[in-house]
């Protein structure tokens, strides 16, 4: 997919497309082989567990709220305005612990598996099938996260 010039509105996808990923809600912006970015609603209490991208940058742009990160061993916080940085093959997790909404713009480059992934996880409710079926998708969950640690994300 290439590229077209133009303007996505704010609370629009492509072809009007919203994955539910435990709660979360996905929103895809821009689709390439060389970039894919999507808009994200992360509810209160919300994380994506520690996992790497092992042929993926990931970015991330905080749009309002603020972000607990767990990123290599170490924790920070990314507040609204914050860009975070995530290169391949860095350990990252993600956790909204504000009470609160939060909003981001997530893009990954390349593009890889990532889309195929988001479309395979739109309303899987079975955390012990994520966990399997992301390594096929060049997304790796840290040996410490058991699909018991993934059940929190609803």
């Given at each position: 997919?290439?590229?077209?010039?133009?303007?996505?509105?704010k609370?629009?996808?492509?072809?009007?497309?919203?994955?539910?990923?435990?709660?979360?809600?996905?929103?895809?912006?821009?689709?390439t082989?060389?970039?894919?970015?999507?808009?994200?609603?992360?509810?209160?209490?919300?994380?994506?567990?520690p996992?790497?991208?092992?042929?993926?940058?990931?970015?991330?742009?905080?749009?309002?709220?603020?972000?607990?990160l767990?990123?290599?061993?170490?924790?920070?916080?990314?507040?609204?305005?914050?860009?975070?940085?995530?290169?391949?093959?860095?350990?990252?997790?993600?956790?909204?612990n504000?009470?609160?909404?939060?909003?981001?713009?997530?893009?990954?480059?390349?593009?890889?598996?990532?889309?195929?992934?988001?479309?395979?996880?739109?309303?899987?409710?079975?955390?012990?099938?994520?966990?399997?079926?992301?390594?096929?998708?060049?997304?790796?969950?840290?040996?410490?996260?058991?699909?018991?640690?993934?059940?929190?994300?609803?």
């Amino acid at each position: 997919m290439s590229l077209t010039a133009g303007v996505t509105k704010k609370s629009e996808g492509i072809d009007d497309v919203h994955w539910s990923i435990f709660g979360q809600v996905y929103t895809p912006k821009t689709i390439t082989e060389d970039c894919f970015s999507w808009h994200a609603l992360l509810p209160s209490e919300t994380f994506v567990p520690p996992h790497i991208h092992p042929t993926q940058d990931e970015y991330i742009q905080v749009l309002s709220g603020a972000l607990d990160l767990t990123i290599d061993g170490q924790q920070f916080h990314a507040y609204e305005g914050d860009l975070v940085h995530l290169p391949r093959g860095i350990p990252h997790g993600i956790f909204n612990n504000t009470g609160h909404d939060v909003n981001c713009l997530f893009w990954v480059t390349p593009t890889g598996k990532l889309v195929d992934l988001f479309r395979k996880l739109h309303n899987m409710g079975r955390p012990d099938e994520v966990v399997a079926l992301c390594p096929d998708y060049d997304v790796n969950f840290l040996p410490s996260v058991r699909a018991a640690d993934v059940i929190d994300l609803k």
